[in-house]
């Protein structure tokens, strides 16, 4: 590989797909902006967010003070604990349902309901458009998930115009935590820009309506950002908390376990319990179509991130990425069965999309062999490697029955 370069702390490379920066020592940019969790006056920035927070802030609880995204996992259930418990205020909460759903994730998305007391207004796309356009999406780009980032980002501002509600709150910035793309002191906002660059593939809605293919625009209008005019005569506005707090997911996760009783579980790809429990494909399939593409997976995220808050050494974090990246994918068959795709037709499909950087192709085995980021991570060995085990909490099986399939939509649990 030309010009390739690893960070000197965490296992980030200058191949990362969000773009990243060394340091004349060798540290990436991540790990940099990183380093401003310990050295920010955080409550200097907690009492910032109090006073952004209070030209929104309603005198009664008739009219909803902001939107807040959710799903069955990831950070909602710290931001509600924000939003509310801490801020006081009182949000519309609106959850997209990825139709991937797990058991799990409907019980904490039905739990999160009651124990904040809160109403939620959910988007449900017709199934039979969300597997035509998921169909599409993984023929022209090699993406399942393009739908979801899509409703994900896009139904929170629709929701924030039809209802005139101009503060809308998120959780962590991605570019942020993960490539320091920006700084704490900057309180980026969610943008239309970074939507389409960065979770959206350079892909909006209109662009999926093609000659070449079967969508039309009744296919994929509950996809569109709303008009700039709407969002500017609203003054819609979209937060990160993580630009006001001292993010860590691992803590928060485990806070929100002992206070809500969040629901965790073990994945075969990641060592961490936390992330996507709401979802059978994200750290399955769609895990395994990144780590075609870029050369590394989640786990790599996940280690790196693990790293950077010295609670994993820089060897234990390589042996970890190592004994999971390769892992099996597992409910494979489900997806087939959900779009209706046949094993030979699948492999055909994801091949286009194997980056030639990281997979050779033997002809002699037949078969793909993987070259990627962690068969050259070399150890650092100035650094200290005292820390070679992490605990993550696991309450729930992610197995599936035999009789299982997607939660298309859950009732929930009392």
């Known amino acids: 590989m030309k010009d390739f370069q690893f960070c000197r702390q965490c296992l980030y490379s200058s ?3 969000l773009g990243i920066t060394f340091d004349e020592t060798g540290l990436c940019s991540g790990c940099i902006v990183h380093e401003e969790k310990d050295k920010l006056d955080w409550e200097h920035r907690w009492n910032l967010l109090v006073d952004l927070v209070k030209d929104y802030k309603g005198k009664n609880k008739k009219n909803y003070d902001c939107i807040v995204p959710v799903s069955g996992s990831q950070d909602s259930y710290y931001i509600m604990h924000i939003v509310t418990e801490k801020l006081g205020l009182n949000p519309l909460v609106v959850a997209y349902n990825k139709y991937f759903n797990t058991r799990i994730g409907i019980h904490n998305l039905s739990n999160l309901r009651i124990k904040f007391n809160c109403d939620i207004l959910f988007q449900n796309v017709n199934p039979f458009l969300v597997k035509k356009i998921t169909r599409q999406s993984l023929i ?17 501002v629709q929701t924030a115009v039809r209802f005139k509600i101009p503060l809308i709150i998120w959780g962590a910035h991605q570019g942020m935590e993960q490539v320091g793309m920006f700084s704490h002191e900057h309180e980026v906002e969610m943008t239309r820009r970074y939507r389409k660059d960065h979770d959206l593939m350079g892909i909006e809605a209109d662009d999926l309506v093609q000659v070449s293919n079967f969508l039309n625009e009744e296919d994929i209008w509950q996809y569109r950002y709303p008009d700039s005019f709407d969002i500017e005569s609203i003054g819609i506005r979209g937060i990160y908390l993580g630009n006001y707090l001292r993010w860590d997911p691992k ?13 965790s579980t073990k994945f075969n790809r ?4 936390y992330d996507y429990v709401d979802c059978y494909n994200y750290m399955n399939l769609h895990d395994l179509i990144k780590l075609y593409k870029h050369g590394f ?7 790196s991130r693990e790293i950077r808050f ?22 494979l068959n489900l997806f087939q069965t959900w779009l209706g795709i046949k094993d030979k037709s699948l492999d055909f499909i994801l091949n286009q999309f194997r980056n030639k950087k990281y997979w050779d192709f033997n002809d002699d085995q037949d078969k793909w062999l993987f070259s990627g ?26 197995s599936l029955k035999k009789q299982d399939k997607y939660i298309t939509f859950g009732k929930g649990w009392y």
């Open 15 to 17: 191949d990362h797909p």
């Open 310 to 331: 010295k609670r994993l050494s820089r060897l234990a974090a390589i042996n970890l990425v190592k004994n999971y990246e390769l892992n099996p994918v597992e409910h």
């Open 297 to 303: 997976s989640k786990v790599t995220d996940h280690a």
């Open 373 to 398: 980021l962690s068969t050259k991570m070399l150890h650092n060995e100035s650094q200290n490697d005292s820390n070679t085990h992490i605990s993550f909490t696991s309450t729930d099986d992610f």
């Open 270 to 273: 990641t060592f961490d319990t």
């Open 140 to 156: 022209d780009f090699g993406s399942i998930y393009w739908p979801i980032l899509a409703g994900h980002t896009a139904f929170p």
């Open 251 to 263: 803590a928060q996760h485990e806070k929100m376990i002992k206070l809500y009783n969040y629901r």
